[in-house]
């Protein structure tokens, strides 16, 4: 009676090859504090510029000339800048510009990017050869040099910003990606499927593409805490966002003028600064380390 019982008991369904790999990942990921701590400072500060308008305690671009210039208190806990506007309601404001800019703009890169790099890994000749000096070209010019010219060009604004660094950061994508589609279309699973009748885009988009995102996605982590420099430099020419509205860099910008009378109008935008770029690069190692087939 036992063994029959024991042989009608349903069988434990055997988790999927896909679930064990994301199993595996977020267990090399738990293993590094680092990463942890970066993840949690990006959701912290993603969550501060998506509830600005709840989490803000004054209006940002409200000037008050009772409290021009006053140093951190019970009141404003930041201070106030030159025209007594809460430096905390603006820097909260200004995580929205500076974390637009980065992820908007890199978004860019990557829909320009990884489809030239797809083209010239896979298809190669003239179309590989064109893609690629192009490529060169841009990459010639150092990232914010380039996207300096191009803001100048298209002219003052946010858009109009992260337009200028989504085209300087899209090179390194497409060589990034062309270098792993060139590695992967002569592994095994390309050449069947390929023997199987597969058209090329077929390959290129369901076998290639989906093989070599986890180094493009480690890569756009990264460019991510770049883009958010280069928008505050920008912002600091006066190229970015445009005052009233608050953005780090133009608030940088501002805050160079009163360093004697109110450092802490430089203190908070640059520490904002300090602390995202630093969350997005511990985050993106921690990536890079926890897709690495090696390890």
């Known amino acids: 009676m036992t063994d029959q019982t024991v042989a009608l008991r349903p069988a434990k369904a055997e988790p999927g090859?896909?679930?064990?790999?994301?199993?595996?990942f977020f267990w090399r990921l738990g293993r590094r504090k680092a990463t942890i701590v970066g993840g949690i400072?990006?959701?912290?500060?993603?969550?501060?510029?998506?509830?600005?308008?709840?989490?803000?305690?004054y209006d940002p671009i409200?000037?008050?000339?009772?409290?021009?210039?006053?140093?951190?208190?019970?009141?404003?806990?930041?201070?106030?800048?030159?025209?007594?506007?809460d430096m905390l309601a603006r820097i909260i404001w200004g995580a929205r510009a500076s974390l637009s800019a980065g992820c908007i703009s890199v978004g860019l890169a990557l829909v320009l990017g990884v489809p030239m790099g797809?083209?010239?890994g896979y298809v190669g000749g003239w179309t590989e050869a064109l893609l690629m000096r192009l490529?060169?070209?841009?990459?010639?010019?150092?990232?914010?040099?380039?996207?300096i010219a191009l803001a100048t060009f298209l002219g003052p604004?946010?858009?109009?910003a992260m337009m200028a660094i989504g085209i300087s950061a899209t090179p390194v994508f497409v060589r990034l990606t062309r270098g792993q589609v060139i590695a992967a279309k002569v592994e095994d699973y390309v050449e069947a499927a390929r023997a199987l009748?597969?058209?090329p885009l077929r390959i290129a988009v369901r076998h290639i593409l989906p093989n070599?995102?986890?180094?493009i996605l480690v890569q756009a982590t990264l460019t991510i805490a770049a883009a958010i420099i280069a928008e505050a430099s920008l912002s600091f020419l006066g190229l970015g966002q445009q005052p009233p509205q608050p953005s780090w860099g133009s608030m940088l910008n501002v805050a160079k003028g009163f360093l004697n009378q109110a450092p802490w109008m430089a203190l908070s935008p640059g520490a904002a600064i300090f602390v995202v770029v630093l969350a997005f690069n511990m985050l993106g190692d921690g990536l890079r380390d926890a897709l690495d087939p090696r390890d």
């Open 118 to 120: 797809l083209a010239a």
């Open 212 to 215: 070599v995102l986890p180094p």
């Open 135 to 147: 490529t060169d070209a841009m990459l010639a010019i150092p990232f914010l040099i380039l996207a």
């Open 17 to 24: 090859p896909w679930a064990r790999e994301l199993k595996r």
């Open 41 to 57: 400072v990006v959701v912290l500060f993603l969550v501060l510029a998506i509830l600005a308008p709840l989490l803000s305690p």
């Open 197 to 199: 009748g597969n058209p």
């Open 62 to 85: 409200a000037g008050n000339w009772a409290a021009v210039r006053k140093a951190p208190s019970a009141a404003h806990w930041l201070g106030t800048d030159e025209l007594g506007r």
């Open 157 to 160: 604004s946010l858009t109009n």
